[in-house]
């Protein structure tokens, strides 16, 4: 047993680290435990994007350290090398993925350490993901990243006749190997299956075709007693899977944000305040997220998300959610890289609204509207239950917050937004965990931890920033072994819990 996770069986071992497969025993989930020795016991900065491995919790043992992290099954970059030389048009898909999991943690401040083949894992959709972040070298750099990352497209693609710029990024050195290949003679279904087999065997990747290629016929569940839709009926005849370009997604598909503006007969948007229970969708893959979206002018604003949540198959789906909303507001999905949305197209009066890229909590006005290309029926519907009490976000603001106790300082961070310089800190109470937003030393927001227990300890407090805004994570685990994970939003004087 190490903490919360009991060993199962070794998986790999290195010089530094040792890898099983373990249980969490407090949620019965089965994660990759990664021990590291003593001296491994610094702080971990971990992304959060749909194209890096997930870590769950990490933490104290008796051996040094421990990081929790998601199982993937399936192979390293590594091992498919030494299985043979990857298709140019296959490695160039993986390392898509792999590029935009380093240009987004770069973009959030977080650098990597070791980009080799060995931290690069092949699911068995023959989607990357990138894992171990800053557990390997102790002295790290953003140039230091690209330069391994150009390192392992020479590899992958076996010295490919092109140069790459000095401070190019991950996905700019993608783009121009790209561009010096020629083009492949194969249909890119036929190269997703080669990676399957590659992965999984041929079994699985002719299962993999089946599955992509099968007319899903899942019976579509009735809205829930109490709650109204909004959106989509998802109806099941023509349905196509597609990304935000309206192209089938590979791994050169960028995130990006939509939401249904028009569709004919079918609410859209609530017209009371009340809570999104649950979403449902039709011909969507990957990486998806519900979104809150409420209109200020011209521009539009994030209010809320739910986590990332894989979609595995182009099937109905019904996914979890609990998210406020007020008359007006609008729901979107946020697409990861390389994810797709179910639509229909040519269907009369229907429009689309997208944002590239994340839609985050700073306004922007709509990029890609009605005429752009995408005016489709979007296969999503969202069950709200009208009037039901809104989560509770536990926040002092003004004089209450200036009054508050001060309790204890656990962690902190400095925020610098549009010139001003904020603080985040982590505050433990007699009662419970709290963050807290300061101007200098006067507190200017207090917002709780709902279900962090004083008695267990701090796992990371990390932060990432857009333009306008700072985004906080926190990491607490409580001493019975379950890792809580808590998002908030900053501005220059707000301090609000997501999602």
């Not at 249980?23 to 989930?29: E, K």
């Amino acid at each position: 047993m190490v903490a919360d996770f009991r060993l199962e069986r070794e998986l790999g071992r290195g010089g530094r680290a040792v890898v099983f497969e373990a249980t969490q025993l407090s949620l019965d989930r089965t994660v990759a435990l990664k021990l590291l020795p003593e001296r491994d016991r610094g702080p971990v900065e971990w992304p959060e994007h749909a194209r890096v491995v997930s870590m769950y919790a990490t933490g104290d043992w008796r051996g040094g350290r421990f990081v929790a992290m998601q199982l993937v099954r399936g192979s390293s970059l590594a091992g498919l090398l030494d299985g043979g030389e990857l298709e140019p048009v296959v490695a160039l898909d993986l390392l898509a993925d792999v590029a935009s999991a380093l240009d987004g943690a770069h973009g959030a401040g977080i650098v990597h350490g070791a980009v080799t083949p060995s931290n690069v894992f092949v699911g068995a959709d023959g989607r990357a993901l990138l894992s171990d972040f800053g557990l390997a070298a102790p002295e790290r750099s953003v140039a230091a990243d690209r330069a391994a990352f150009a390192a392992l497209l020479r590899r992958c693609l076996g010295d490919p006749p092109v140069s790459f710029p000095p401070g190019s990024s991950a996905g700019e050195l993608v783009d121009d190997a790209r561009a010096a290949l020629p083009a492949p003679p194969v249909r890119r279904r036929r190269r997703a299956a080669l990676l399957a087999a590659a992965v999984c065997g041929v079994a699985a990747a002719a299962g993999l075709l089946a599955l992509l290629d099968r007319e899903d016929a899942a019976a579509v569940p009735q809205v829930e007693p109490g709650a109204r839709a909004l959106g989509s009926a998802l109806p099941s005849g023509d349905v196509s899977s597609v990304d935000c370009a309206d192209r089938t997604p590979s791994g050169g598909s960028h995130a990006c944000t939509v939401i249904q503006a028009r569709l004919r007969g079918r609410a859209l948007t609530p017209r009371q305040p009340g809570v999104v229970r649950r979403w449902v969708v039709r011909g969507a893959r990957g990486e998806l997220a519900l979104q809150v979206i409420r209109r200020h002018g011209d521009r539009y604003v994030s209010i809320a998300r739910s986590r990332y949540l894989r979609v595995p198959d182009a099937g109905v789906h019904v996914l979890p959610a609990r998210l406020n909303v007020r008359p007006g507001d609008r729901i979107g999905v946020q697409l990861a890289p390389g994810a797709a949305i179910g639509v229909r197209r040519g269907v009369s009066g229907a429009t689309t609204a997208r944002w590239v890229g994340p839609l985050f909590l700073e306004p922007r006005p709509i990029e890609l509207g009605k005429g752009s290309g995408f005016d489709h029926e979007l296969l999503l519907r969202v069950d709200y239950v009208p009037g039901a009490a809104p989560k509770s976000s536990g926040a002092l603001t003004g004089a209450r917050a200036r009054r508050a106790a001060h309790g204890r300082e656990l962690a902190s961070r400095t925020l610098e937004l549009e010139g001003r310089v904020r603080r985040a800190s982590v505050i433990e109470l007699p009662a419970g965990i709290a963050v807290d937003l300061f101007a200098g030393d006067r507190r200017l927001a207090r917002v709780g931890a709902p279900d962090a227990d004083p008695a267990g300890h701090l796992s990371s407090f990390a932060v990432s920033f857009t333009t306008l805004r700072a985004f906080p994570t926190l990491r607490w685990r409580n001493p019975e072994g379950r890792t809580l994970r808590y998002d908030f939003s900053v501005g220059e004087r707000t301090l609000t819990l997501r999602g």
